[in-house]
């Protein structure tokens, strides 16, 4: 029998209680050591989202078809559980954590559905069981002490798929076909592998991620970790926001000089144009399932501690009910993380990049059990082993684009994991 299957003829089981908490603190020093008997997640923006602990069930999927299976799974545990909600606010009752892979496979993609949830959302604490347990017992034992996070200790970088040199001549490879119009745009991503003197405790980076990024969602899913500045798709109801990121600048200590270079980036029609495709392709995927779709004109500057992107938040009204995860397979992949035409980028990624991208810019967060969810891009992320992580990067490669100036990007974006690892 399938795991799927066996998943499936366990999910009626579930009974989902939230009740509403005095404020618990930082949620982080909530978090015990994640293990193989205890795994944890976490969403986390500006120190509020949620965390969680333990797994109740989780459903793995592979194929073009994992978003709607997931979303039929999904359909299902809820319709079959029993939900107690006391408190009805963002991500309260049914709960489950998302992570999607950029392809169809070989990676799988997974909803976790964890044993406890606690939140800080709308102005409210709660905290959330999936297995019967009473949530304010839960709460009592999550509240004992635990050992201090740990660091990883020295750190060893020791190469990725491709040499540096190589990943440039591909660049200018790709530059080549844009300028011959096979192509618009496309996102080449690297990846570098780090090990550690000690085993990773993930709640350091977690916590180092959160401070160096508080306007970014930290989330750690199923051993990938990262701080995304990217939101896929947040639904609240029937209102919808996209926040598009596509051409970037590095960033320093120096104001001064970074609002001289953030200028640049406004006034750069390269990355205006790769912006502009990004725009594109997810108004047109919304339109599908949205009404009421509002563009700004002209993209915002968000400054992050390591770059500064180009920015715009789309917003729409879902007219047909679509569910956050049945919205995502519409938008996936983005040209923000892909490329413009999309099936030609995925081609040309999927022959020239090297490696499995995994779960790396794919969808992930949440989703509860009334269709709302937010659902970032897995982007500025480590996928974590014992003692080595795979780090990735990616840059939009459209005309204009040069290696040097695509290697120096893809560095600084690197940093992100980097920094949090000391």
């Not at 909530?30 to 965390?51: C, F, H, N, Y």
């Not at 104001?255 to 001289?260: G, T, V």
């Not at 995925?346 to 967060?365: F, K, Q, T």
């Not at 989703?367 to 990735?392: H, K």
Request: charged share 20%; aromatic share 6%; proline share 5%.
């Amino acid at each position: 029998m399938s795991n799927a299957a066996i998943v499936e003829q366990l999910a009626p089981g579930l009974n989902f209680q939230t009740k509403e908490i005095s404020d618990p603190g930082d949620l982080v020093r909530l978090l015990p050591k994640s293990t193989p008997d205890q795994k944890i997640a976490v969403w986390l923006r500006e120190r509020t989202g949620m965390i969680a602990i333990g797994e109740t069930i989780s459903f793995e999927i592979l194929g073009q078809e994992r978003f709607s299976r997931a979303h039929r799974w999904w359909r299902d545990v809820v319709k079959n559980s029993k939900v107690t909600d006391d408190v009805k606010v963002t991500g309260t009752g049914a709960f489950a954590f998302a992570s999607f892979g950029f392809r169809a496979q070989p990676t799988p993609s997974i909803l976790i559905v964890p044993r406890i949830v606690i939140g800080k959302t709308d102005g409210k604490n709660w905290i959330t069981t999936s297995d019967g347990t009473d949530p304010i017992e839960a709460l009592a034992q999550l509240k004992k002490p635990h050992l201090a996070p740990t660091s990883p200790g020295a750190v060893e970088i020791v190469g990725g798929t491709l040499p540096e040199a190589r990943w440039g001549e591909i660049v200018a490879e790709l530059v080549a076909k844009i300028n011959h119009g096979d192509i618009d745009k496309v996102v080449l991503a690297r990846d570098l592998v780090v090990k550690t003197e000690n085993s990773i405790d993930v709640r350091y980076l977690i916590e180092n991620l959160a401070n160096a990024f508080p306007d970014c969602w930290t989330y750690y899913v199923d051993g990938l970790v990262g701080a995304t500045p990217e939101m896929l798709l947040r639904k609240r109801g029937n209102g919808i926001i996209s926040r598009v990121l596509a051409g970037t600048i590095t960033q320093n200590k120096d104001e001064n000089n970074n609002e001289i270079l953030q200028a640049k980036l406004l006034a750069s029609d390269k990355d205006q144009q790769e912006h502009d495709y990004a725009v594109q392709s997810v108004s047109a995927a919304l339109a599908v399932h949205c009404t009421d779709l509002v563009v700004p004109k002209s993209p915002t500057v968000l400054q992050l501690a390591n770059v500064a992107h180009l920015s715009t938040e789309v917003t729409a009204v879902v007219a047909d009910n679509a569910p956050a995860l049945v919205l995502a397979g519409s938008l996936h992949p983005t040209a923000a993380v892909c490329g413009t035409p999309t099936e030609r980028a995925r081609d040309l990624i999927a022959e020239v990049e090297g490696m499995d991208r995994g779960r790396y810019a794919g969808p992930v967060g949440w989703i509860d059990g009334n269709g709302d969810g937010d659902l970032g891009l897995a982007i500025r992320c480590a996928q974590i082993d014992t003692n080595s992580l795979r780090l990735y990067a990616g840059c939009g490669v459209v005309a204009g684009s040069t290696p040097e100036s695509e290697l120096a990007e893809s560095a600084a974006k690197f940093k992100a994991i980097l920094n949090a690892l000391n």
